[in-house]
Protein backbone atom coordinates (compact mmCIF):
# COMPACT_ATOMS: atom_id res chain seq x y z
CA UNK A 1 0.00 0.00 0.00
CA UNK A 2 2.91 2.83 0.82
CA UNK A 3 4.84 1.73 -2.07
CA UNK A 4 1.44 1.98 -4.00
CA UNK A 5 0.76 5.43 -2.84
CA UNK A 6 4.07 6.76 -3.19
CA UNK A 7 4.46 5.99 -6.85
CA UNK A 8 1.27 7.16 -7.07
CA UNK A 9 2.12 10.67 -5.12
CA UNK A 10 5.35 10.70 -7.56
CA UNK A 11 3.28 10.55 -10.57
CA UNK A 12 1.09 13.12 -9.92
CA UNK A 13 4.12 15.47 -9.04
CA UNK A 14 6.08 15.05 -12.26
CA UNK A 15 2.80 15.40 -14.02
CA UNK A 16 2.43 19.02 -12.00
CA UNK A 17 5.80 19.95 -12.19
CA UNK A 18 5.28 19.18 -16.38
CA UNK A 19 2.39 21.16 -16.33
CA UNK A 20 4.16 24.12 -14.48
CA UNK A 21 6.72 24.08 -16.96
CA UNK A 22 4.83 23.83 -19.55
CA UNK A 23 2.98 27.24 -18.67
CA UNK A 24 6.11 28.77 -17.62
CA UNK A 25 7.07 28.64 -21.69
CA UNK A 26 3.63 29.41 -23.00
CA UNK A 27 3.13 32.42 -24.98
CA UNK A 28 0.02 33.51 -23.30
CA UNK A 29 -0.82 32.55 -19.69
CA UNK A 30 -4.16 31.06 -18.85
CA UNK A 31 -6.48 33.57 -17.09
CA UNK A 32 -6.30 31.83 -14.09
CA UNK A 33 -2.62 31.76 -13.42
CA UNK A 34 -1.06 33.35 -10.59
CA UNK A 35 2.49 33.41 -9.02
CA UNK A 36 3.20 35.02 -5.98
CA UNK A 37 6.43 34.71 -3.73
CA UNK A 38 8.13 35.87 -0.36
CA UNK A 39 11.03 36.70 1.41
CA UNK A 40 12.33 37.08 5.00
CA UNK A 41 15.70 37.93 6.96
CA UNK A 42 15.92 37.52 10.86
CA UNK A 43 18.40 38.76 13.04
CA UNK A 44 18.40 36.93 16.35
CA UNK A 45 19.89 37.92 19.79
CA UNK A 46 19.88 35.72 22.80
CA UNK A 47 21.55 36.05 26.39
CA UNK A 48 21.91 32.46 26.99
CA UNK A 49 21.29 28.74 24.22
CA UNK A 50 21.37 29.36 20.80
CA UNK A 51 18.57 29.66 18.76
CA UNK A 52 18.70 29.18 14.73
CA UNK A 53 22.41 29.85 14.83
CA UNK A 54 24.52 31.53 17.32
CA UNK A 55 22.35 33.79 18.31
CA UNK A 56 23.85 34.53 21.95
CA UNK A 57 27.04 35.57 20.83
CA UNK A 58 27.27 39.70 20.66
CA UNK A 59 26.48 40.22 17.15
CA UNK A 60 23.27 37.71 16.89
CA UNK A 61 22.66 35.37 14.69
CA UNK A 62 21.50 36.09 10.81
CA UNK A 63 20.31 32.58 10.57
CA UNK A 64 16.66 32.76 9.59
CA UNK A 65 16.03 33.44 6.20
CA UNK A 66 12.77 32.13 3.99
CA UNK A 67 12.38 32.20 0.32
CA UNK A 68 9.77 31.19 -1.14
CA UNK A 69 7.37 30.97 -4.29
CA UNK A 70 3.99 29.75 -5.25
CA UNK A 71 1.98 29.52 -8.43
CA UNK A 72 -1.54 27.85 -9.20
CA UNK A 73 -3.90 28.02 -12.37
CA UNK A 74 -7.41 26.73 -13.17
CA UNK A 75 -7.43 24.02 -16.45
CA UNK A 76 -10.95 23.74 -15.72
CA UNK A 77 -13.09 25.29 -13.75
CA UNK A 78 -13.21 22.10 -10.76
CA UNK A 79 -9.32 21.74 -10.91
CA UNK A 80 -6.68 23.52 -9.56
CA UNK A 81 -3.30 22.97 -10.09
CA UNK A 82 -1.18 24.60 -6.97
CA UNK A 83 2.62 24.16 -5.98
CA UNK A 84 5.55 26.30 -3.84
CA UNK A 85 8.83 25.88 -3.58
CA UNK A 86 10.69 26.80 -0.29
CA UNK A 87 14.28 27.64 0.21
CA UNK A 88 14.86 28.04 4.16
CA UNK A 89 18.10 28.99 6.38
CA UNK A 90 17.16 28.07 10.30
CA UNK A 91 19.68 27.76 12.20
CA UNK A 92 21.77 24.20 11.96
CA UNK A 93 18.42 22.44 10.45
CA UNK A 94 20.18 19.83 7.67
CA UNK A 95 18.23 20.98 4.93
CA UNK A 96 19.52 24.75 4.92
CA UNK A 97 18.62 26.79 1.90
CA UNK A 98 17.94 23.11 0.00
CA UNK A 99 14.86 24.31 -2.57
CA UNK A 100 12.08 21.87 -1.46
CA UNK A 101 8.28 21.23 -2.69
CA UNK A 102 6.43 22.64 0.20
CA UNK A 103 3.36 21.12 -1.17
CA UNK A 104 2.24 20.27 -4.67
CA UNK A 105 -1.52 19.56 -5.54
CA UNK A 106 -3.60 18.74 -8.20
CA UNK A 107 -7.22 19.93 -6.63
CA UNK A 108 -10.67 18.37 -8.41
CA UNK A 109 -13.69 20.11 -6.76
CA UNK A 110 -16.35 16.74 -7.14
CA UNK A 111 -19.39 19.23 -6.68
CA UNK A 112 -19.32 22.66 -6.17
CA UNK A 113 -22.66 24.54 -5.03
CA UNK A 114 -23.95 27.62 -2.67
CA UNK A 115 -24.71 24.94 -0.22
CA UNK A 116 -21.82 22.65 -0.60
CA UNK A 117 -18.14 22.20 -2.25
CA UNK A 118 -16.60 18.56 -2.03
CA UNK A 119 -13.36 17.89 -3.56
CA UNK A 120 -9.95 16.10 -3.48
CA UNK A 121 -6.31 16.79 -3.50
CA UNK A 122 -3.68 14.54 -4.82
CA UNK A 123 -0.13 15.27 -4.47
CA UNK A 124 2.26 16.88 -1.47
CA UNK A 125 -0.58 18.33 0.92
CA UNK A 126 -0.01 20.78 4.33
CA UNK A 127 -0.97 18.49 7.02
CA UNK A 128 -4.70 20.19 8.48
CA UNK A 129 -4.09 20.53 11.98
CA UNK A 130 -4.71 23.62 14.26
CA UNK A 131 -5.15 27.25 12.97
CA UNK A 132 -1.86 28.21 11.18
CA UNK A 133 0.19 24.85 10.00
CA UNK A 134 -1.15 25.20 6.51
CA UNK A 135 0.21 29.10 6.19
CA UNK A 136 2.91 28.35 8.67
CA UNK A 137 5.82 29.08 6.37
CA UNK A 138 4.12 32.81 4.54
CA UNK A 139 5.47 35.41 7.48
CA UNK A 140 2.28 37.52 6.69
CA UNK A 141 0.29 34.66 7.88
CA UNK A 142 1.74 34.83 11.35
CA UNK A 143 0.56 36.11 14.37
CA UNK A 144 4.42 36.68 15.44
CA UNK A 145 7.77 36.32 13.84
CA UNK A 146 7.61 32.92 15.89
CA UNK A 147 4.36 30.78 15.86
CA UNK A 148 3.77 29.30 19.08
CA UNK A 149 6.57 26.73 19.78
CA UNK A 150 4.63 24.30 22.19
CA UNK A 151 2.42 23.21 18.86
CA UNK A 152 4.10 24.81 15.84
CA UNK A 153 7.17 23.07 16.85
CA UNK A 154 9.97 24.29 14.28
CA UNK A 155 13.06 21.98 16.00
CA UNK A 156 11.22 18.95 14.45
CA UNK A 157 8.86 20.80 12.07
CA UNK A 158 9.05 18.21 9.30
CA UNK A 159 7.45 15.69 11.90
CA UNK A 160 3.89 17.41 11.26
CA UNK A 161 4.30 19.94 8.32
CA UNK A 162 3.32 17.84 4.78
CA UNK A 163 2.54 14.43 3.42
CA UNK A 164 2.99 12.99 -0.27
CA UNK A 165 -0.90 11.08 -0.85
CA UNK A 166 -4.78 12.50 -0.70
CA UNK A 167 -6.77 14.17 1.14
CA UNK A 168 -10.40 14.99 0.81
CA UNK A 169 -12.33 17.47 2.02
CA UNK A 170 -15.77 19.17 2.52
CA UNK A 171 -17.24 22.69 2.70
CA UNK A 172 -20.75 22.52 4.45
CA UNK A 173 -22.51 26.59 4.17
CA UNK A 174 -25.02 27.41 6.43
CA UNK A 175 -27.14 30.56 7.40
CA UNK A 176 -24.79 31.88 9.93
CA UNK A 177 -21.09 29.23 9.27
CA UNK A 178 -19.23 27.06 7.31
CA UNK A 179 -17.98 23.78 8.40
CA UNK A 180 -14.93 22.28 6.87
CA UNK A 181 -14.22 18.85 7.01
CA UNK A 182 -11.10 17.55 5.91
CA UNK A 183 -9.31 14.24 6.09
CA UNK A 184 -5.93 11.99 4.28
CA UNK A 185 -3.58 9.62 4.27
CA UNK A 186 -0.11 9.84 3.09
CA UNK A 187 3.09 9.59 3.81
CA UNK A 188 4.84 12.10 6.23
CA UNK A 189 7.61 14.15 5.27
CA UNK A 190 10.06 13.23 7.95
CA UNK A 191 13.58 14.40 7.53
CA UNK A 192 17.01 15.15 10.04
CA UNK A 193 15.19 18.19 12.38
CA UNK A 194 12.55 15.09 14.13
CA UNK A 195 15.96 12.68 13.81
CA UNK A 196 17.63 14.68 16.25
CA UNK A 197 14.96 15.99 18.01
CA UNK A 198 13.55 12.82 19.21
CA UNK A 199 16.62 11.25 20.12
CA UNK A 200 20.86 12.69 20.66
CA UNK A 201 21.54 9.59 19.45
CA UNK A 202 20.22 10.45 15.35
CA UNK A 203 17.95 7.16 15.09
CA UNK A 204 16.83 6.95 11.31
CA UNK A 205 13.53 7.69 10.55
CA UNK A 206 11.51 6.87 7.73
CA UNK A 207 7.88 8.05 7.08
CA UNK A 208 5.33 5.42 7.15
CA UNK A 209 1.61 5.62 5.84
CA UNK A 210 -0.30 8.12 8.33
CA UNK A 211 -3.96 9.71 8.92
CA UNK A 212 -5.06 12.74 9.57
CA UNK A 213 -8.37 14.39 10.43
CA UNK A 214 -9.56 18.34 10.97
CA UNK A 215 -13.32 19.78 11.42
CA UNK A 216 -13.63 23.40 11.86
CA UNK A 217 -16.42 25.78 12.58
CA UNK A 218 -16.37 29.74 11.25
CA UNK A 219 -19.37 31.32 12.74
CA UNK A 220 -20.42 35.01 11.72
CA UNK A 221 -17.76 35.01 8.27
CA UNK A 222 -14.76 34.08 11.17
CA UNK A 223 -15.82 35.93 14.06
CA UNK A 224 -15.68 33.02 16.03
CA UNK A 225 -13.69 29.61 14.93
CA UNK A 226 -13.80 26.57 16.43
CA UNK A 227 -11.71 23.43 15.81
CA UNK A 228 -10.04 20.13 16.73
CA UNK A 229 -7.71 18.55 14.63
CA UNK A 230 -6.36 14.74 15.12
CA UNK A 231 -3.57 12.54 13.50
CA UNK A 232 -1.47 9.31 13.73
CA UNK A 233 2.03 10.05 12.65
CA UNK A 234 3.76 7.05 11.95
CA UNK A 235 7.77 6.37 10.86
CA UNK A 236 9.97 3.86 11.40
CA UNK A 237 12.56 3.73 13.79
CA UNK A 238 15.97 2.46 12.77
CA UNK A 239 19.03 2.90 15.80
CA UNK A 240 22.28 4.07 14.09
CA UNK A 241 24.35 2.71 16.76
CA UNK A 242 22.57 -0.67 16.93
CA UNK A 243 21.82 -2.46 13.81
CA UNK A 244 19.61 -4.44 15.32
CA UNK A 245 17.75 -2.20 17.61
CA UNK A 246 14.59 -1.48 14.82
CA UNK A 247 10.82 -0.48 15.50
CA UNK A 248 8.52 1.91 15.02
CA UNK A 249 7.48 5.26 16.21
CA UNK A 250 4.31 6.80 16.66
CA UNK A 251 2.88 10.56 17.09
CA UNK A 252 -0.75 11.18 18.08
CA UNK A 253 -1.69 14.82 18.64
CA UNK A 254 -5.30 15.78 19.53
CA UNK A 255 -5.69 19.40 18.60
CA UNK A 256 -8.38 21.63 20.30
CA UNK A 257 -8.49 25.35 18.61
CA UNK A 258 -10.92 28.58 19.41
CA UNK A 259 -10.33 31.78 18.05
CA UNK A 260 -12.48 35.13 18.53
CA UNK A 261 -12.54 38.38 15.98
CA UNK A 262 -13.55 41.47 16.79
CA UNK A 263 -12.86 44.54 14.77
CA UNK A 264 -9.73 45.63 16.06
CA UNK A 265 -8.58 42.55 18.66
CA UNK A 266 -8.94 38.85 18.13
CA UNK A 267 -8.43 36.16 21.10
CA UNK A 268 -6.35 32.53 20.12
CA UNK A 269 -6.26 29.82 21.89
CA UNK A 270 -4.94 25.63 21.54
CA UNK A 271 -4.29 22.82 23.45
CA UNK A 272 -2.26 20.10 22.13
CA UNK A 273 -2.17 16.47 23.69
CA UNK A 274 0.45 14.57 22.47
CA UNK A 275 1.03 10.89 22.74
CA UNK A 276 4.48 9.26 21.84
CA UNK A 277 5.61 5.54 21.63
CA UNK A 278 7.88 3.20 20.43
CA UNK A 279 7.00 -0.26 19.73
CA UNK A 280 7.84 -3.53 17.77
CA UNK A 281 11.47 -3.42 19.31
CA UNK A 282 12.98 -6.88 20.09
CA UNK A 283 14.92 -5.35 23.12
CA UNK A 284 12.05 -4.16 25.79
CA UNK A 285 14.60 -1.26 27.17
CA UNK A 286 13.38 0.51 23.52
CA UNK A 287 9.54 0.00 23.88
CA UNK A 288 8.28 3.43 25.72
CA UNK A 289 5.29 5.62 25.86
CA UNK A 290 4.89 9.22 26.56
CA UNK A 291 2.39 11.45 27.29
CA UNK A 292 3.16 15.26 26.72
CA UNK A 293 0.78 18.42 26.07
CA UNK A 294 0.89 22.06 25.28
CA UNK A 295 -1.52 25.38 25.16
CA UNK A 296 -0.82 29.18 24.24
CA UNK A 297 -2.88 31.81 24.89
CA UNK A 298 -2.53 35.01 22.35
CA UNK A 299 -3.94 37.96 22.17
CA UNK A 300 -3.38 40.63 19.23
CA UNK A 301 -4.33 44.46 18.89
CA UNK A 302 -4.73 46.69 15.69
CA UNK A 303 -3.34 49.58 17.11
CA UNK A 304 -3.99 51.26 13.69
CA UNK A 305 -4.62 49.92 10.06
CA UNK A 306 -0.73 49.30 9.72
CA UNK A 307 0.46 48.53 13.24
CA UNK A 308 -0.43 45.56 16.04
CA UNK A 309 0.57 44.42 19.03
CA UNK A 310 1.08 41.01 19.99
CA UNK A 311 0.83 39.40 23.22
CA UNK A 312 1.30 35.56 23.94
CA UNK A 313 2.15 32.91 26.75
CA UNK A 314 2.78 29.52 25.96
CA UNK A 315 3.36 26.48 27.85
CA UNK A 316 4.26 22.64 26.94
CA UNK A 317 5.81 19.85 29.06
CA UNK A 318 7.25 16.35 27.58
CA UNK A 319 5.69 14.29 30.24
CA UNK A 320 2.34 14.95 32.31
CA UNK A 321 3.83 12.48 34.56
CA UNK A 322 6.87 13.90 35.08
CA UNK A 323 5.97 17.99 34.65
CA UNK A 324 8.95 19.34 35.98
CA UNK A 325 11.50 16.77 34.57
CA UNK A 326 12.30 15.39 37.92
CA UNK A 327 12.48 11.95 37.43
CA UNK A 328 14.06 12.13 33.99
CA UNK A 329 16.53 13.89 35.84
CA UNK A 330 17.14 11.24 38.45
CA UNK A 331 17.51 8.53 35.84
CA UNK A 332 20.89 10.49 34.09
CA UNK A 333 19.07 11.40 31.03
CA UNK A 334 19.67 15.65 30.70
CA UNK A 335 18.33 18.25 32.84
CA UNK A 336 15.00 18.70 34.47
CA UNK A 337 14.30 22.13 32.60
CA UNK A 338 14.62 20.28 29.16
CA UNK A 339 11.29 18.60 29.85
CA UNK A 340 9.38 21.59 30.15
CA UNK A 341 9.21 25.46 28.79
CA UNK A 342 6.85 28.37 29.85
CA UNK A 343 7.64 31.30 27.30
CA UNK A 344 6.17 34.70 27.79
CA UNK A 345 6.31 36.60 24.82
CA UNK A 346 5.51 39.80 23.70
CA UNK A 347 5.64 41.78 19.89
CA UNK A 348 4.88 44.86 17.77
CA UNK A 349 4.34 44.27 13.86
CA UNK A 350 3.95 47.32 11.16
CA UNK A 351 3.18 47.19 7.53
CA UNK A 352 5.08 49.73 5.85
CA UNK A 353 3.06 48.89 2.50
CA UNK A 354 0.94 46.00 1.29
CA UNK A 355 3.78 44.00 0.69
CA UNK A 356 6.47 45.24 3.07
CA UNK A 357 6.55 44.43 7.06
CA UNK A 358 8.79 44.93 9.74
CA UNK A 359 8.28 42.85 13.18
CA UNK A 360 10.08 42.91 16.68
CA UNK A 361 9.59 40.29 19.34
CA UNK A 362 10.92 38.95 23.09
CA UNK A 363 10.66 36.03 24.67
CA UNK A 364 11.30 35.69 28.24
CA UNK A 365 11.52 31.54 28.73
CA UNK A 366 12.00 28.97 31.09
CA UNK A 367 13.03 25.37 30.14
CA UNK A 368 14.51 24.52 26.77
CA UNK A 369 11.80 21.47 25.49
CA UNK A 370 11.40 23.06 22.35
CA UNK A 371 15.41 24.46 22.00
CA UNK A 372 16.51 23.37 18.74
CA UNK A 373 19.36 20.84 19.06
CA UNK A 374 20.75 21.61 15.80
CA UNK A 375 21.80 24.48 17.47
CA UNK A 376 22.48 23.18 20.81
CA UNK A 377 24.77 19.69 20.70
CA UNK A 378 24.54 19.72 24.82
CA UNK A 379 21.30 19.91 27.06
CA UNK A 380 23.67 19.88 29.58
CA UNK A 381 25.52 22.81 28.21
CA UNK A 382 21.98 24.53 28.05
CA UNK A 383 20.60 27.50 30.51
CA UNK A 384 17.26 27.10 32.24
CA UNK A 385 15.80 30.75 31.90
CA UNK A 386 16.87 32.78 29.11
CA UNK A 387 15.41 35.72 26.76
CA UNK A 388 15.42 36.02 23.08
CA UNK A 389 14.88 38.99 20.70
CA UNK A 390 14.16 39.05 16.93
CA UNK A 391 13.61 41.29 14.35
CA UNK A 392 12.80 40.87 10.93
CA UNK A 393 11.67 42.44 7.61
CA UNK A 394 10.04 40.11 5.10
CA UNK A 395 8.60 41.44 1.68
CA UNK A 396 5.43 39.38 -0.13
CA UNK A 397 4.06 39.80 -3.80
Not at 177 to 197: F, H, K, M, R, W
Request: charged fraction near 20%.
Amino acid sequence: MINVLRSATQRWLSVLGVTFAAQAQAVEMPDTFQVHGFMSQALILTDHNDFFGPSSRDTGSLEYTELGLNASFRPRSNVLVAGQVLSRKAGGYGDAWKPTLDYGVIDYQLLSGERRVLGLQVGRFKNPFGIYNQTRDVPSTRAGILLPQSIYFDRSRSLGLASDGITVYDEERFSRGTLYIQGGLGIPQVNGDAEISLSPTKPSLDGRLSSILQVLYAHDGGRVNLGVSAARVRSSFQSRQNSSAKGEFIFQPVILSAQYNAERWSLTAEYEYQHKELKDFDNDIYNSTADGESWYVQYQFRLTPDWQWLLRYDQTVSDRNDREGSRYASEGRGPSYSRFARDLSTGIKWSLSSRWMVQAEWHHVDGTAWLPRQDNESDEETTRRWNMLLFQTSYSF
